[in-house]
Structures are given as structure tokens and as C-alpha cells.
């Protein structure tokens, strides 16, 4: 039970941050956009979550 609300938390709590990113940055919404379309056809994505999780970390450091 314990891991399930551990899962609920961190779902909503990574959803919250993509929501806010979203709202300030529609740019990084179109990549994570992209990086799912490019999954569902199954195609490498890595060097694409790395350059979305390097502009968000930017984003997050330099306070949105």
C-alpha cells in the first residue's frame, strides 16, 4: 500500500512540474510531445530526454 501512494505522489507530483513547465515554456510541452510520438514508433529517444532534462534543469536553476 505504502509503495502504491509513494507511486500517486511522485505521479503528481512530476505532473504538477510538467503542468507549470507548460504553462512558462510551451517550447519543452512540443519536445516531450515529440519524444512520445517518436517512442510510440519506436525509435531512440535518449538523446532527446537528455537535452529536455538539461533545458528544464537550466530552467529550474535560473527560477523558471
Known amino acids: 500500500m505504502k509503495a502504491l501512494l509513494r507511486s500517486l505522489r ?3 507530483f512530476l505532473r504538477t512540474i510538467d503542468r ?3 504553462r512558462a515554456h510551451p517550447e519543452l510541452k512540443k519536445r ?3 519524444i512520445k510520438a517518436a517512442q ?3 525509435r531512440k529517444t535518449k538523446h ?3 537535452e529536455l532534462q538539461q533545458e528544464m ?3 529550474l536553476k535560473a527560477g523558471l
Open 10 to 12: 511522485t505521479w503528481w
Open 20 to 22: 507549470t513547465f507548460d
Open 32 to 34: 516531450r510531445e515529440a
Open 40 to 42: 510510440g514508433q519506436h
Open 48 to 50: 532527446l530526454q537528455d
Open 57 to 59: 534543469t537550466r530552467l
